[in-house]
């Protein structure tokens, strides 16, 4: 059973309007090295280590709002085992937090459905793991996200 993003986005009670979302560029791509210095700007504007390009995994997604990108978040996809982890969920500076918690929350609604769909057969994921810090978990909350017991480890699976 694939996840459906718009019962997702109603599920958590996002609003993706006036968001656009667009695949982060696949390694060879020549936006790429642009695009993974932003983030490496937003990671280090929040007092966080950046990203190196070998850890960025194929499935990414970054939204953009009226101002341009907005915040960007991966999946790494565990085929074989129907687990995947959402990761390095990041927001651009200055961007308030009703507008942070909401474009993270359509972002985990958008790698939930696109999990699984990049190869053949496509792949089915029934469990996610998330781990974040504290301002994100209330994001996975709304989405029927539940603490795994470890420190910001938080797992959804199928209702």
Do not use: Q
Not at 26 to 45: F, I, K, Q
Not at 82 to 106: F, H, I, K, Q, S
Not at 130 to 151: P, T
Request: charged fraction near 15%; charge should be negative; proline fraction near 8%.
């Amino acid at each position: 059973m694939a996840h459906d993003f718009t019962e997702l986005l109603t599920r958590g009670g996002f609003d993706a309007a006036g968001l656009s979302l667009a695949p982060f560029p696949l390694a060879g791509d020549p936006e790429r090295p642009g695009a993974l210095a932003m983030v490496n700007e937003w990671s280090r504007a929040a007092g966080m280590p950046g990203l190196c390009d070998a850890a960025v995994p194929p499935l990414g997604i970054i939204a953009g709002d009226a101002a341009g990108p907005a915040a960007v978040m991966w999946c790494f996809e565990s085929f074989g085992c129907g687990v995947a982890w959402l990761e390095y969920a990041m927001a651009r500076p200055g961007l308030g937090w009703d507008a942070v918690a909401n474009v993270l929350g359509v972002l985990v609604c958008a790698l939930m459905a696109s999990a699984g769909k990049s190869v053949d057969p496509p792949g089915e994921y029934h469990t996610f793991r998330a781990c974040g810090r504290l301002a994100n978990l209330r994001v996975l909350r709304r989405l029927g996200f539940v603490h795994a017991g470890n420190l910001h480890v938080f797992v959804s699976c199928p209702r």
